[in-house]
């Protein structure tokens, strides 16, 4: 990503905000870190109280489509989800942060980091993109070939926008 990135708030639209595990490692692989991660937004959501309008785990990443939180900054949300999945995933506390970080994988054979350091934001300005982004959003674990049909993948708000019960709910209205 390039270094002068420019992101544009203020200005009351939604963010697709994308972000990957640490050389797209598929950290989120397995249900219990996707719930884990599930429980972690809903949480952050609750207190940062933005609107979430699509989402969906991916094993190697995380697409968002959420608004500006009052108050706040979608870079603030990214970085206080990322830090808590981090730490609950891995196991480690607040306290361990502190440690001295040496290039190598620790004693569990996973790497010192859990998520690439910055994130892609898309400023959705049109009611098209609203549609393209949660098109794109929820066809991911289809074209990854995870599942055959987006039902199949619980960890998205797929199921929100076909009448049925999902993980979290999604705001309709923003």
Request: proline share 7%; glycine share 6%.
């Amino acid at each position: 990503m390039p270094h002068n990135l420019k992101r544009i708030t203020g200005r009351g639209d939604l963010h697709f905000i994308t972000f990957s595990c640490y050389q797209h490692g598929n950290f989120l692989a397995s249900t219990r870190n996707r719930n884990i991660a599930v429980r972690i937004l809903g949480e952050v959501r609750a207190r940062f109280k933005f609107a979430l309008v699509g989402y969906v785990l991916m094993p190697d990443h995380v697409p968002l489509l959420i608004n500006e939180p009052r108050g706040s900054s979608p870079a603030k949300v990214v970085q206080v989800f990322k830090q808590r999945v981090s730490r609950k995933v891995r196991g480690k506390t607040r306290a361990a942060k502190t440690q001295l970080r040496l290039p190598f994988p620790d004693d569990a054979g996973s790497p010192l980091r859990f998520w690439q350091r910055r994130y892609y934001d898309f400023n959705v300005y049109s009611r098209s993109k609203l549609h393209e982004k949660l098109d794109y959003m929820h066809s991911n674990p289809v074209n990854e070939r995870l599942v055959a049909h987006p039902n199949q993948w619980p960890w998205s708000s797929w199921s929100a926008y076909v009448g049925k019960t999902a993980l979290l709910p999604i705001d309709f209205k923003w």
